[in-house]
């Protein structure tokens, strides 16, 4: 079965929505703003509220706490302790930076420099996509599939980004070790960074290659979480992702299934005697996944879904 329609996946994939941001409305919102430097906490907040709410922001309450809270180099708990409290002057020219950049539709992630995924706080980067919730379902496929915590275990991590995939299956069994390989040098070391900051660097290595080719031997577990949205697609994202994503990580091509086909034809090379790969999907995916699957030689061993009942994570074996 072909990949969902558009139309399926814009309003169900964590990578689409069909919400816009209206930066000019959010931007006359903002030049109103009367707070100066040393108004209140609260009357930032308020009024910040108010920019993100006219610029469609599903959270803007929260978002104007996070980006108070990042500027001023506080807890969000610690600003509603004491929403009387004055705003320094060098936090308020940071705030007023970081809801700019947010109106003008930057990733929260970005702004933060930060995205918290499974048990880990990982950098992040425009050099890779911004770990996702659904994501964290391979991870769970992963662990379901091995899950002795006390077994060796040998992980390849494929298009590894900021490194969550692997790491996060590092951090749950501890005997693990691994290798993730993203085309983009700018990723492998941030992946690199991120394995140092979460004490895993003994157990992880990244390097830049293209993908299976870059490798040589064999694994008992395959992690990858390829491009999958149709190219035609791409440029109609919400803005967080059309213009501040790489598009090499979004583009899997006229069908959404190009990323896959190179992955499938690899994984026999890749896969250790009872291995088995964990790959991410997007809506209405599986059917032609499993087929390639099969073609390759390949076995399908189910697939879980996402928090929002989508087929996200398939499991495959040799």
């Not at 994939?13 to 030049?31: I, K, L, T, W």
């Not at 299956?169 to 394995?195: F, I, K, Q, Y």
């Not at 694994?219 to 979480?225: A, E, P």
Request: charge should be neutral; proline fraction near 8%; hydrophobic fraction near 50%.
């Amino acid at each position: 079965m072909a990949a969902a329609a558009p139309e399926a996946r814009i309003g169900h994939d964590p990578r689409c929505s069909e919400r816009r941001v209206a930066p000019a409305a959010a931007g006359a919102q903002m030049r109103g703003m009367a707070c100066d430097p040393g108004a209140s906490v609260g009357a930032f907040l308020c009024q910040a509220g108010q920019a993100l709410r006219a610029a469609g922001i599903e959270s803007p309450r929260q978002e104007a706490r996070l980006l108070l809270g990042h500027a001023m180099g506080v807890t969000e708990e610690a600003l509603l302790r004491d929403p009387r409290a004055e705003v320094p002057p060098a936090a308020a020219a940071r705030f007023r930076a970081g809801l700019a950049a947010r109106l003008d539709a930057v990733p929260m992630a970005h702004i933060l420099g930060r995205r918290g995924f499974w048990t880990l706080d990982l950098a992040v980067s425009p050099a890779t996509l911004i770990p996702r919730p659904d994501s964290e379902t391979l991870v769970e496929a992963a662990l379901a599939l091995f899950p002795d915590e006390a077994a060796p275990l040998r992980v390849l991590d494929l298009g590894t980004g900021t490194g969550c995939l692997l790491l996060a299956v590092l951090a749950e069994r501890p005997r693990a070790s691994g290798v993730g390989v993203d085309r983009v040098p700018e990723a492998a070391a941030l992946a690199a960074g991120n394995a140092r900051s979460n004490g895993l660097t003994d157990r992880a290595a990244f390097l830049a290659g293209d993908w299976a080719t870059a490798i040589a031997g064999r694994f008992d577990l395959v992690l990858s979480n390829p491009p999958y949205i149709e190219s035609a697609v791409v440029p109609t994202l919400m803005p967080e992702v059309a213009r501040h994503e790489p598009a090499r990580a979004l583009d899997g091509g006229a069908d959404g299934l190009d990323a896959y086909r190179r992955i499938v034809a690899a994984l026999p090379g890749l896969l250790a005697p009872g291995g088995a790969a964990v790959l991410e999907l997007g809506a209405g995916q599986r059917a032609a996944v499993e087929a390639l699957a099969r073609e390759a030689g390949l076995k399908p061993a189910g697939c879980r879904a996402d928090l929002g009942g989508i087929e996200r994570a398939l499991m495959l074996r040799g």
